[in-house]
């Protein structure tokens, strides 16, 4: 029988995490569900954990000869899926039992709405909770409906939380293979079309490696564009009409934020020239933010005197290090 809903997982070597993922999966309370596994030219034993679940999972494994990058890999998943609904779970995250009932349900009394995804926990290498809900440690609320311009303003939709029926797909088309930040220009297609609703429950765990900010750091260096501003440059080009709706203000605010974001990155970790680099980029865009303003002169205070001034930053934003930027999405 035809699965009612398809879960798209792409590894490369993820053999460390990939029973747990798995596992998230064997324990859904909604079991009409397939997993297609994609992966990547993995050469640890990933292929022998996936194996071991056959039993207790409809699995289909799909395999590259050699690595092809995260993006081919989710589409190549999506191409080989089911499905009439379409989820994406990294084989290091995990799923509450109730998501895909939680999620499937609302897409049924909802049939207008194109994705639907969830509060969730970020979690370390070892499964050990960071915050238990990221909506309420970081403050933040998220709308429902017609969600573009929040969206544009903010990445806040994190991957593993998604369920989207095949029909955006299918109208839209795959990933942009050329974009890193892939998956947000794909949120954003889907928010142009479709009702985008969210549900104020913790439904997924999203695992936060110590690696991650030095990764995306070397992987986005400060003397090239923010990876996400190609994502909003490429939505800008498929959508012109944008520019009247939001207006060239709201534009570069946008943009600002990026460079801002990577700006501050860097500053936590006591890389004061880097930072500079990017809050001055940031400025070109918005000149008068008086936060790019303090951070900028923050960069020119010497190392003892920068380390109190992250100190008092963190005390009154309520910031951390790890938690300034947007969430990695499927191709971050």
Not at 11 to 29: C, H, K, Y
Not at 183 to 206: E, F, N, P, Q, S
Not at 306 to 317: E, P, S
């Amino acid at each position: 029988m035809t699965p009612r809903v398809s879960v798209v997982m792409a590894v490369l070597n993820g053999a460390r995490f990939i029973d747990e993922a798995i596992q998230s999966i064997v324990d859904q309370t909604f079991n009409d569900c397939e997993l297609v596994v994609v992966d990547d030219g993995s050469t640890d034993e990933t292929p022998q954990r996936v194996e071991a679940f056959k039993s207790k999972l409809r699995i289909q494994y799909v395999r590259h000869d050699r690595p092809l990058g995260i993006a081919r890999s989710m589409n190549d998943g999506v191409r080989h899926a089911k499905g009439e609904l379409i989820g994406f779970l990294d084989h290091d995250d995990l799923w509450f039992p109730e998501f895909l009932a939680t999620q499937t349900a609302y897409l049924d009394s909802h049939p207008d709405v194109g994705m639907v995804h969830s509060d969730f926990q970020t979690i370390d290498l070892q499964g050990e909770i960071i915050e238990n809900s990221v909506a309420t440690s970081r403050g933040r609320k998220r709308p429902s409906g017609h969600v573009f311009p929040r969206l544009f303003m903010e990445s806040f939709i994190v991957g593993n939380s998604v369920l989207i029926r095949r029909e955006c797909f299918t109208r839209l088309g795959l990933f942009d293979e050329t974009l890193r930040w892939g998956d947000y220009l794909m949120w954003m297609g889907i928010a142009r079309h479709y009702r985008v609703d969210y549900i104020d429950k913790v439904l997924t765990k999203y695992r936060q490696h110590s690696t991650q900010s030095t990764r995306d750091m070397a992987a986005d260096p400060p003397s090239t564009p923010p990876a996400a501003l190609k994502a909003i440059e490429k939505v800008l080009e498929l959508y012109p009409e944008i520019h009247h709706e939001l207006g060239a203000r709201m534009i570069r605010r946008r943009m600002a934020s990026l460079y801002f974001d990577r700006a501050y990155r860097w500053y936590s970790i006591d890389e004061s020239a880097n930072a500079r680099t990017c809050v001055l980029q940031a400025l070109r865009f918005w000149p008068t933010n008086p936060r790019y303003l303090a951070v900028l002169a923050a960069t020119l205070l010497g190392p003892s005197q920068g380390r109190a001034a992250r100190r008092m930053w963190r005390r009154i934003t309520g910031r951390r290090a790890d938690s300034v930027g947007e969430p990695r999405g499927i191709t971050g």
